[in-house]
C-alpha cells in the first residue's frame, strides 16, 4: 500500500484529456510530467479568479526558462514582462533581447542543467560557449 506524502493529493482526469496533455508535453518539454503541468494549470487558474495570490511561498521566480532546445532557449523574464531568446552559436552565446552576450539572462540559462548539458555537448564540439 502506498503512502501519499501530506503536503500531496491525487486527483482524477478524464483519459481523453490525459492523453491530450501528454502529447502537449512531448512537444513542450518545459513540463516534467503530467503532473508538474497540471500543477502549473491550476495556480494559474487559481490567480486568474483571485482565489490564490502570489506570496513569497508560491511566488513565481523573475527567470523561467522554457522551449529549450540544441541551439538556444527563451527565457521569461516576469520583471520585464518579455521573454528573451538566448542562442547558442558557434562563435559564442547570445540574448537576443538585450543584444549582447553578456546579461542577466544568460547568467539564468547557465544555471538550468539541461543547457549546461547542451552548452557542454557543444563545446566538446568546438562551439566557443562559456566553460560551465
Given at each position: 500500500m502506498s503512502k501519499e506524502p501530506k503536503d500531496f493529493r491525487g486527483v482524477s482526469l478524464k483519459r481523453e484529456l490525459v492523453e491530450q496533455v501528454e502529447e502537449f508535453i512531448k512537444e513542450n518539454p518545459q513540463y516534467k510530467n503530467i503532473a508538474d503541468?497540471?500543477?502549473e494549470a491550476v495556480r494559474v487558474r487559481?490567480?486568474?479568479i483571485k482565489k490564490i495570490t502570489p506570496t513569497p511561498k508560491n511566488k513565481?521566480?523573475?527567470f523561467e526558462h522554457?522551449?529549450?532546445?540544441?541551439d538556444g532557449a527563451?527565457?521569461?523574464d516576469r520583471q520585464l514582462k518579455k521573454i528573451a531568446d538566448v542562442y547558442f552559436k558557434?562563435?559564442?552565446i547570445y540574448c537576443d533581447l538585450d543584444k549582447t552576450s553578456s546579461c542577466e539572462h544568460i547568467d539564468f540559462a547557465l544555471t538550468v542543467p539541461k543547457i549546461q548539458d547542451i552548452i557542454r555537448k557543444r563545446r566538446r564540439e568546438g562551439w566557443k560557449l562559456p566553460d560551465i
Amino acid at each position: 500500500m502506498s503512502k501519499e506524502p501530506k503536503d500531496f493529493r491525487g486527483v482524477s482526469l478524464k483519459r481523453e484529456l490525459v492523453e491530450q496533455v501528454e502529447e502537449f508535453i512531448k512537444e513542450n518539454p518545459q513540463y516534467k510530467n503530467i503532473a508538474d503541468f497540471v500543477h502549473e494549470a491550476v495556480r494559474v487558474r487559481m490567480e486568474d479568479i483571485k482565489k490564490i495570490t502570489p506570496t513569497p511561498k508560491n511566488k513565481l521566480p523573475r527567470f523561467e526558462h522554457f522551449n529549450i532546445g540544441p541551439d538556444g532557449a527563451r527565457i521569461i523574464d516576469r520583471q520585464l514582462k518579455k521573454i528573451a531568446d538566448v542562442y547558442f552559436k558557434f562563435e559564442g552565446i547570445y540574448c537576443d533581447l538585450d543584444k549582447t552576450s553578456s546579461c542577466e539572462h544568460i547568467d539564468f540559462a547557465l544555471t538550468v542543467p539541461k543547457i549546461q548539458d547542451i552548452i557542454r555537448k557543444r563545446r566538446r564540439e568546438g562551439w566557443k560557449l562559456p566553460d560551465i
